[in-house]
């Protein structure tokens, strides 16, 4: 079975600044999907951002960019010139790869982001 | 379209009584999934439809619970007899039937608290 740790319960930076989320993932999978979601105070999940694990190239969303490192089974979350609106839980979240079948997702413990004025 | 809504957005219990969420998924979204969040957590799966079907329980789905996507569309989520370990979020997801990689969309779920 799957496994995502999210070693960071709490995180904080000051507005503008760059701050970056860290995810460990443990699969014996080759090809599979790494997501980052974003939950606001009482509002719902939504998609920061995903790579693919057979893709190279480091997945990147405006002011949103991930570091993935396949081999070291990581995937960090990068946020630029951070925004009081991206002051939210952030799970980093591993699907396997599959034709039509289940997504379910497995998903990490989270981090809690505030943005500091 | 707007997005997948569930109902109700609270419930409060008492232990022992039975309780019904519904989530009505985004239009034409034959993929629909059940998550539970405690505190402190991130979701962990529940179940799975594809369309009507329901492929997938986790382990973590006791006999107590019951899911049911009857026409393809909305789905129910029973609880019999609600212990207080049932106190939780549960949200719901679902996603389009692509070849691509498609992405899992969220309601706001349901908060339970049992008394």
């Known amino acids: 079975a799957q496994t995502v740790t999210q070693s960071q319960p709490e995180m904080s930076v000051q507005e503008a600044e760059t701050v970056t989320l860290s995810c460990t993932y443990d699969t014996s999978e080759s090809d599979y999907y790494l997501f980052w979601y974003k939950q606001p105070p009482s509002r719902q999940m939504i998609l920061v951002i995903r790579?693919?694990?057979?893709?190279?190239q480091n997945a990147t969303e405006n002011r949103f960019s991930v570091n993935f490192q396949k081999a070291a089974k990581s995937f960090s979350l990068k946020i630029s010139d951070s925004q009081l609106g991206d002051a939210a839980m952030y799970f980093c979240a591993y699907r396997s790869h599959t034709n039509f079948g289940n997504e379910k997702l497995t998903f990490g413990t989270g981090t809690r982001l505030t943005i500091i004025p | 379209d707007t997005g997948v809504s569930q109902d109700p957005r609270h419930k409060i219990t008492k232990r022992g009584q039975n309780v019904t969420f519904r989530c009505d998924p985004i239009?034409?979204?034959?993929?629909l999934y059940w998550y539970r969040q405690t505190l402190g957590q991130g979701p962990e799966f529940l179940t799975y439809f594809q369309n009507e079907a329901q492929l997938e329980k986790s382990r973590l789905l006791s006999d107590r619970f019951s899911a049911e996507r009857p026409k393809g569309s909305f789905s129910t989520l029973e609880i019999q007899r609600t212990e207080q370990g049932d106190s939780a979020m549960y949200l719901c997801?679902?996603?389009?039937?692509?070849?691509?990689?498609?992405?899992?969309?969220f309601g706001p779920g349901t908060r339970l608290t049992v008394t």
């Open positions: 790579q693919e694990a057979y893709k190279q």
């Open positions: 239009s034409e979204h034959n993929r």
């Open positions: 997801a679902s996603s389009p039937r692509t070849v691509l990689l498609s992405e899992q969309y």
